[in-house]
């Protein structure tokens, strides 16, 4: 059963919602789309990225909130639930009206002008309309299967977010029925996006054109003898979380196997047709869901905008896109071994300006030191591919003790998450799932060593997942360590998720869901007390997300004994900052750039002992208390210093990135005042960290 959420819809004066905070971080994407200063091709994947992320809050956050209406009956015995799902639905109406407006008005012309044509079928030429009906009778019709609806053919299974066609008829079928709905369902198999033959365009330049625009020029062929009056594109969008009930189900992967296909077939919670789609026919849809109006968005151009993402991968325009950037390296002497390395000293690696490539050595050679006899590491997100889940394998098949902690249940990832939990056990690898009822989001990788007569510890510790793509454009950072004290602890983390014991008392470690909310708080409140005393006082913090109140009841209390403290909040926050009386000594910003801000980084002054943890949570209650999480301590003060320099101060600075929430909760960009140099803290580290290769020419 999924859990109520109706206490968290209860907002108080002293808290911003969080749904509508978190779609204002949709807009600040948006904004992206239409900052004409950014490359064309990626202020198209911006537009995308939008679009997933509207996606996956309906799949996950409006689903949520609907099913906690309705384990008690009807939604109308939830006039608070109503209210926040309506000013959803006029958020969300507004923002994909926004979406297709920047699409068809500002994005796809400046694309064509540049050369990049995405044509539809009233403005492809003869030769292209040839070639296209040739292209639907030999790719596309053979894999259709047009449904005329009558009682031996319901309504079909619709999958969720798949694309899918309406069709209103005149006349009789066959058989002498006057059959007047059919549905026509797109192959998955066959490409959404579909690339002109060069030589046919008139204009030179690349020519797409969608799927979709193809079966509608030719949906006619499909009907013969009947005449097509109307028909629309569709789609769907289900409720994506699994929920299995842990205490039940003896295998917890055969369980989430099983959810998986039903994954595909969850409630409905939206429906998408094109803005042209006649009344009768949304509304007979709307029926067949189970929605109501509100439910209902007609768009201008494709009903999944995500797809658009095939013409910025298919596109070699150099000019069109950012330049291209080379990581730096973080290790002092590359061709030391790591672990040689490690005894001199503490690695800190901030990604994406500094190669991931240092952690998968790091793993690597664990997986082939004959002196090395274990393993043990966690797995959240990794990918179908994964050098680092292949050097577990080698570790596990040469016979050293190699331990996993795979999450099955990081969302839309469970399937890869499974594979690899197959892959690891075939191999002799001991794979644990973790702790019932608890997602183990923590990110520790931990190397035993025999050194002489004894064995020593080698651990890393990050913000982020071991996933080699995402740590392209993911900001984050991560610490390679043979601290004793360190490494133990992570030591103890292991065998408290394998053994479920109670985790020994830890000096170094934040761990969640027993000590990490107490430990913030006490941080917190330390501050203030130094406050209290007459002395600076200072909190820095970035995360992705603020929204535990607990936490932000302890920010305000802070802001009044005279803390200065500014967050750092990518996503939703719903702590109101600058509020006389409660909140005026705190200063809240988000950064959009090109890379996503991921790492999360806490910062007490703390009486000029400059406190720095790194942390896998955000300051949300699940992060707190429904998630396995370590928050791990900076001990090095070169290393402190470079957390200060990268991590927090550019970003206080950057006038360029930078939004600032207002009590109101809306964001103001921050602009370069006169005469003031612009700053992007991105692109400052860019410069600083990484190595940007020569400028490509078209």
Not at 139 to 167: C, M, Y
Not at 355 to 364: P, S, Y
Not at 598 to 609: K, Q
Request: aromatic residues 8%; proline residues 5%.
């Amino acid at each position: 059963m999924k859990p109520d959420l109706s206490a968290d819809i209860s907002k108080t004066s002293a808290f911003l919602d969080r749904e509508i905070s978190q779609l204002m971080f949709n807009r600040r994407v948006l904004a992206q789309a239409e900052d004409r200063s950014i490359p064309l091709l990626e202020r198209l994947r911006y537009l995308c990225i939008a679009s997933s992320n509207l996606d996956e809050f309906f799949e996950v956050r409006v689903a949520s909130l609907l099913a906690a209406g309705t384990i008690d009956g009807a939604l109308s015995n939830h006039p608070a639930l109503v209210a926040t799902l309506n000013r959803i639905s006029d958020e969300c109406h507004a923002l994909v009206a926004h979406q297709y407006e920047i699409l068809n008005q500002e994005v796809l012309p400046q694309l064509a002008e540049a050369g990049v044509h995405l044509v539809r079928h009233n403005e492809r030429n003869e030769a292209q309309r040839a070639w296209v009906k040739e292209y639907f009778d030999q790719e596309v019709r053979p894999l259709l299967t047009p449904i005329g609806l009558d009682p031996a053919h319901p309504f079909p299974q619709v999958v969720n977010k798949s694309l899918n066609f309406i069709v209103s008829l005149s006349g009789k079928d066959a058989f002498g029925r006057g059959t007047a709905i059919a549905i026509v369902k797109a192959p998955r198999v066959l490409p959404r996006i579909i690339r002109l033959p060069d030589h046919l365009s008139d204009n030179g330049g690349v020519s797409f054109c969608l799927l979709s625009s193809v079966i509608h020029a030719h949906i006619s062929d499909l009907f013969a003898g009947r005449e097509v009056l109307a028909y629309s594109q569709f789609r769907v969008t289900r409720d994506s979380d699994l929920w299995v009930d842990e205490d039940e189900v003896k295998n917890l992967r055969q369980a989430l196997k099983g959810e998986l296909q039903g994954r595909q077939f969850g409630k409905s919670v939206r429906l998408e047709v094109a803005m042209n789609c006649p009344p009768e026919l949304s509304q007979f849809l709307l029926n067949q869901f189970g929605l109501d109006q509100s439910r209902l968005y007609a768009v201008n151009g494709p009903v999944n905008l995500v797809r658009l993402t095939e013409i910025t991968d298919h596109v070699n325009k150099p000019a069109l896109r950012f330049p291209p950037f080379i990581p730096g390296n973080a290790r002092k002497n590359a061709n030391l071994d790591i672990f040689a390395e490690l005894r001199q000293h503490d690695i800190l690696l901030h990604h994406p300006y500094q190669t991931f490539q240092t952690v998968i050595d790091f793993i690597r050679s664990a997986a082939t030191d004959p002196h090395v006899v274990a393993i043990k590491q966690t797995i959240y997100r990794t990918g179908m591919n994964s050098d680092l889940m292949e050097s577990l394998i080698l570790a596990a098949q040469q016979g050293k003790e190699v331990t996993v902690i795979v999450e099955l249940k990081a969302r839309f990832d469970e399937e890869a998450n499974i594979n690899w939990a197959d892959k690891l056990e075939q191999a002799g690898a001991q794979v644990v799932y973790g702790v019932v009822g608890l997602k183990t989001h923590a990110k520790v990788a931990l190397v035993i060593r025999r050194e002489g007569h004894k064995l020593r510890y080698y651990a890393h510790l990050g913000t982020g997942n071991y996933h080699p793509s995402t740590t392209k454009f993911y900001t984050d950072f991560g610490l390679l360590t043979c601290h004793d004290g360190i490494a133990r602890e992570v030591n103890e983390v292991f065998i408290h998720l394998t053994s479920l014991t109670k985790p020994h008392r830890l000096s170094h470690l934040w761990l969640a869901p027993f000590a990490l909310q107490n430990e913030i708080i006490k941080a917190i409140r330390n501050e203030a007390r130094i406050a209290r005393a007459g002395r600076p006082a200072r909190i820095i913090v970035k995360i992705n997300a603020l929204v535990d109140e607990s936490v932000i009841r302890a920010l305000y209390a802070a802001s009044k004994d005279g803390v200065k403290i500014d967050l750092i909040v990518r996503g939703a926050c719903t702590l109101k900052p600058g509020v006389p009386g409660l909140s005026e000594n705190i200063r809240v910003r988000s950064i959009i750039g090109r890379f996503l801000e991921h790492s999360r980084i806490y910062y007490f002054r703390n009486d000029l002992a400059h406190d720095i943890l790194l942390a896998s949570a955000d300051w949300m209650s699940r992060n707190l208390f429904r998630r396995i999480e370590v928050a791990f301590p900076v001990l090095d003060k070169q290393l402190k210093r470079r957390v200060l320099a990268e991590g927090l101060n550019p970003y206080l600075k950057d006038n360029t990135n930078a939004w600032e929430l207002e009590p109101s909760g809306q964001y103001q960009r921050r602009k370069p005042r006169a005469k003031q140099a612009a700053l992007s803290a991105q692109q400052h580290l860019m410069e600083t960290l990484g190595t940007p290769s020569p400028q490509l020419e078209e």
